[in-house]
């Protein structure tokens, strides 16, 4: 592998980390906003945010059984999630798989299916809605910004 | 419905019938979550800074493409124009690879780190993609590029969950 930049600049830094502490304030959930993000960086492949965000939801409580089984939580039956974090799994994963039509794109995904918006907004009311696609769009972000400079898990340089 | 459009010369009667009904968007969120807002708004400022306006329209615009955000489209063509890009440009953007020649080397490359970059599904961000983007991007420059791509991503992201409508955008009225 060779070297890429860890450079990021201050301010850009800074606006992520109020974007995504406005997101997770404004859901309310810090248990359901960790379970977002671990998955998100599990189809986004980010070691970096991985890391961070497994540490993250053991620290905050997630059970272990629920992130050994988060890549299959589908399968995993509602004994082990509930309808509203399957509900939010369900956004989490619609919101980060967006792209379609490129050389890149074997399996593409494509815009948020209605049954998916509706069956996270019986769940959440339109103020939680909104932030939940901010913690998802946040750790979105982060994803991209932590793969492309290939920014090791646990490093302090970022 | 059919709301006319203020921008654009769109009659709702072609020779093939009526145009089909515009929707309405699913959430506010900008007005639901004004503070999230607020840091987009900052984020996209601070990611924007010292690049060609033209080749951040022409990254902003390929992203919302892959993304497939209408209302992102919308915008960025519109900025795209009124920042003098050619129709030309626009129009082959999805086909760049095979329209390398209305592009300069530099465009080239970071339409490539945009495509590798909006896509982690399949495949990170391989080294020939990113060296390429290296070469022509000096460090602070390159690592401003990947924000702005990030950006348009989050943007395309809020566009396509709440399901923002495209049709409506004023060029130049996007801060």
Same mark, same amino acid.
């Given at each position: 592998?060779?070297?890429?930049?860890?450079?990021?600049?201050?301010?850009?830094?800074?606006?992520?980390?109020?974007?995504?502490?406005?997101?997770? +304030?404004?859901?309310?959930?810090?248990? &359901? /906003? *960790?379970? $977002?993000? !671990?998955? #998100?960086?599990?189809?986004? %492949?980010?070691?970096?945010?991985?890391?961070?965000?497994?540490?993250?939801?053991?620290?905050?409580?997630?059970?272990?059984?629920?992130?050994?089984?988060?890549?299959?939580?589908?399968?995993?039956?509602?004994?082990?999630?509930?309808? +509203?974090?399957?509900?939010?799994?369900? &956004? /989490? *994963?619609? $919101?980060? !798989?967006? #792209?379609?039509?490129?050389? %890149?794109?074997?399996?593409?995904?494509?815009?948020?299916?209605?049954?998916?918006?509706?069956?996270?907004?019986?769940?959440?009311?339109?103020?939680?809605?909104?932030?939940?696609?901010?913690?998802?769009?946040?750790?979105?972000?982060?994803?991209?910004?932590?793969?492309?400079?290939?920014?090791?898990?646990?490093?302090?340089?970022? | 419905?059919?709301?006319?459009?203020?921008?654009?010369?769109?009659?709702?009667?072609?020779?093939?019938?009526?145009?089909?009904?515009?929707?309405?968007?699913?959430?506010?969120?900008?007005?639901?979550?004004?503070?999230?807002?607020?840091?987009?708004?900052?984020?996209?400022?601070?990611?924007?800074?010292?690049?060609?306006?033209?080749?951040?329209?022409?990254?902003?615009?390929?992203?919302?493409?892959?993304?497939?955000?209408?209302?992102?489209?919308?915008?960025?063509?519109?900025?795209?124009?009124?920042?003098?890009?050619?129709?030309?440009?626009?129009?082959?953007?999805?086909?760049?690879?095979?329209?390398?020649?209305?592009?300069?080397?530099?465009?080239?490359?970071?339409?490539?780190?945009?495509?590798?970059?909006?896509?982690?599904?399949?495949?990170?961000?391989?080294?020939?993609?990113?060296?390429?983007?290296?070469?022509?991007?000096?460090?602070?420059?390159?690592?401003?590029?990947?924000?702005?791509?990030?950006?348009?991503?989050?943007?395309?992201?809020?566009?396509?969950?709440?399901?923002?409508?495209?049709?409506?955008?004023?060029?130049?009225?996007?801060?």
């Amino acid at each position: 592998m060779s070297a890429r930049t860890t450079h990021l600049d201050d301010e850009v830094r800074a606006a992520m980390q109020a974007l995504s502490a406005a997101a997770k +304030r404004g859901l309310g959930d810090p248990r &359901l /906003a *960790e379970l $977002v993000q !671990v998955r #998100a960086s599990q189809i986004n %492949r980010c070691a970096f945010c991985l890391d961070l965000h497994l540490e993250l939801a053991r620290r905050y409580g997630v059970p272990e059984r629920q992130l050994d089984l988060l890549a299959a939580w589908e399968e995993a039956g509602p004994d082990v999630f509930d309808e +509203r974090e399957r509900a939010a799994l369900a &956004l /989490a *994963e619609a $919101v980060t !798989v967006l #792209a379609g039509g490129t050389s %890149r794109t074997k399996s593409g995904g494509g815009f948020v299916p209605d049954e998916v918006y509706e069956e996270a907004a019986r769940h959440f009311d339109e103020a939680q809605l909104a932030h939940l696609v901010g913690v998802v769009t946040a750790i979105n972000s982060w994803n991209r910004l932590m793969v492309s400079r290939r920014i090791p898990p646990g490093s302090t340089e970022w | 419905m059919t709301t006319m459009n203020q921008t654009v010369d769109r009659t709702n009667e072609t020779a093939d019938g009526e145009y089909a009904a515009e929707h309405t968007p699913r959430l506010s969120w900008a007005e639901l979550a004004p503070d999230v807002y607020r840091a987009m708004i900052r984020l996209d400022a601070a990611a924007r800074q010292g690049l060609d306006a033209r080749l951040l329209e022409l990254v902003r615009i390929r992203a919302s493409q892959i993304n497939r955000c209408a209302f992102c489209l919308d915008l960025h063509t519109k900025d795209a124009l009124a920042a003098g890009e050619s129709v030309e440009r626009i129009v082959q953007l999805s086909a760049w690879q095979e329209s390398r020649h209305f592009y300069t080397e530099r465009e080239l490359a970071a339409l490539e780190l945009t495509e590798a970059v909006t896509v982690l599904t399949d495949g990170f961000v391989p080294d020939e993609v990113y060296e390429r983007a290296a070469r022509h991007f000096e460090e602070a420059e390159l690592t401003r590029l990947i924000a702005a791509i990030t950006v348009i991503n989050a943007w395309n992201r809020f566009g396509v969950a709440t399901r923002r409508v495209p049709g409506h955008y004023q060029p130049g009225s996007h801060a």
